[in-house]
Each structure stands twice: as C-alpha cells, then as structure tokens.
C-alpha cells in the first residue's frame, strides 16, 4: 500500500505556472506507476500525466502537451507536475494517484490509492 500527499496548488495569473509536488510513502516508489488527473467543476476527472517509475516513461495528454512536464526525483519518492502557460481552463482540483502497476494508464479506475487533491486557480 502507498500513501501520496499532493501539494503545490494555488492561485495564478493567466500564463503563468506552478509546480505540483506528489509524496509518496509507505511501499516502493519504483513498483508504480503515478497519474496526475485534474477534475473541474461539473465535468469527469481527466488524466493528464503519468510517469512510470521503474523505467522513467512518461506521458502527457495532448491537451497540455507543451505545457505540462512530469518528472520524478526517486531519491525522495516524489513525482512533480511543472505546469507551465497556464490557461483559466486549466483551473481544476489536481489529484496524484498510483497503480500496482509499473505500466501508466489514463482511466482513473485504473488507480488504486489516491492522495487528496490540490486545488489550481488560474485567473484570466
């Protein structure tokens, strides 16, 4: 079992960036795979990235490909979403969450532990 702590959300002006910082603990980081969904008001939870750990593949959903980089610091087990151009559109409450799976997936119910979310306020 794995335990993740999202951090890093905020308020930001159009253009902008953040970076979103997901801990994890409890079980070894390298035996997962970790998302990044983002969900806004009234619509689906939406996969935007996904690292896999063991062998450092990682993907990012074409709607903010460009802008979005995700990268893991094994040292400290944790994986960082660098959101770069932001757009009000991208307002959301990002969650990080894993897979007992090395291989990335982009459904959430492919996840099975999932840390709270962090909310992202971009301003127009």
């Known amino acids: 079992e794995v335990q993740l702590q999202a951090s890093g959300g905020g308020l930001v002006q159009a253009g902008g960036s953040l970076r979103l910082s997901c801990a994890a603990s409890g079980s070894a980081f390298d035996d997962y795979a970790i998302g990044w969904f983002r969900q806004a008001p009234g619509k689906e939870r939406e996969g935007v990235s996904c690292s896999s750990i063991s062998d450092g593949t990682t993907y990012i959903t074409d709607s903010v490909k460009g802008r979005f980089t995700i990268s893991s610091d094994n040292a400290k087990n944790t994986v960082y979403l660098q959101m770069s151009s932001l757009k009000p559109e991208d307002t959301a409450v990002y969650y990080c969450?894993?897979?007992?799976?090395?291989?990335?997936?982009?459904?959430?119910?492919?996840?099975?532990?999932w840390g709270q979310g962090t909310l992202v306020t971009v301003s127009s």
């Open positions: 969450a894993a897979r007992g799976e090395r291989l990335c997936a982009f459904f959430a119910h492919e996840y099975d532990y």
